[in-house]
């Protein structure tokens, strides 16, 4: 008789214990789920972040390579010079250049 009360409680106990890890079971996936949801949305922010960052940098870039494009596309305009011209520019600049130099001494 003894016996048989001892395998029901046992029975009783082993059903309770099961509702219970049940029901933490249950808590737990919950919890899984928030802190999944949670790492999704850090994900998201993160690559918006790096994605935004990617867009100025691709900006900039491009607001540059037009520039370089459109100093490169300018026509060089030559001037007409005569040799004796020429030289005497030249002479002008080298004159400049030695009295800047005597003036730094």
Do not use: P, W
Not at 89 to 96: F, G, I, L, W
Request: a positive charge; one cysteine or more.
């Amino acid at each position: 008789m003894q016996i048989t009360i001892a395998l029901k409680n046992k029975a009783k106990i082993k059903r309770k214990r099961g509702r219970h890890e049940a029901n933490l079971g249950g808590h737990l996936e919950e919890k899984e789920t928030r802190s999944g949801r949670a790492l999704a949305a850090k994900v998201c922010f993160i690559i918006t972040q790096k994605h935004s960052t990617f867009r100025h940098v691709s900006l900039l870039f491009k607001t540059v390579h037009t520039y370089m494009v459109k100093l490169m596309k300018k026509k060089k305009v030559k001037t007409r010079t005569t040799r004796s011209q020429c030289q005497s520019a030249h002479r002008r600049t080298r004159d400049e250049k030695r009295q800047a130099e005597a003036c730094f001494d």
